[in-house]
């Protein structure tokens, strides 16, 4: 069973910096995709930033130049350096993979991908 566990969520004053964290865990064979979502109450739950599946970094536009996704030491861990943070971005941010996984069975390897979504960390920004 993959699990994703989140931190470093809480409060910051407008223009302030805040790091989240992420790591997976779990029977993982490969990480295909790796990134944050948020969702502001009422709204769609939308991208931030993610890893994609050819190893490329995307961006939600308006969040270009002031976050920073960026991976941990270990490879199963991402980061996201959040810098001047805006009144409106109070959210819940999930972390969300997309994981291949690998089973023996009968002599054959068997290879399948889900996706998971983190519990939500809960950043606010207010002065």
């Given at each position: 069973q993959i699990q994703l566990l989140e931190s470093g969520g809480g409060w910051v004053q407008p223009g302030g910096s805040m790091t989240l964290s992420c790591t997976a865990s779990g029977d993982i064979f490969n990480v295909i995709a790796?990134?944050?979502?948020?969702?502001?109450?009422?709204?769609?739950?939308?991208?931030?930033?993610?890893?994609?599946?050819?190893?490329?970094?995307?961006?939600?536009?308006?969040?270009?130049?002031?976050f920073t996704i960026s991976k941990g030491s270990g490879k199963n861990m991402v980061y996201l350096q959040m810098n001047n943070l805006k009144p409106e971005e109070p959210a819940v941010y999930y972390c969300h993979d997309d994981i291949m996984i690998r089973t023996f069975a009968s002599g054959i390897y068997s290879y399948a991908s889900n996706e998971h979504w983190g519990q939500g960390t809960q950043v606010t920004v207010s002065s």
């Open positions: 790796m990134g944050w979502y948020r969702q502001a109450p009422g709204k769609q739950r939308e991208l931030v930033a993610t890893f994609t599946s050819s190893g490329e970094i995307k961006y939600e536009n308006d969040m270009q130049g002031r």
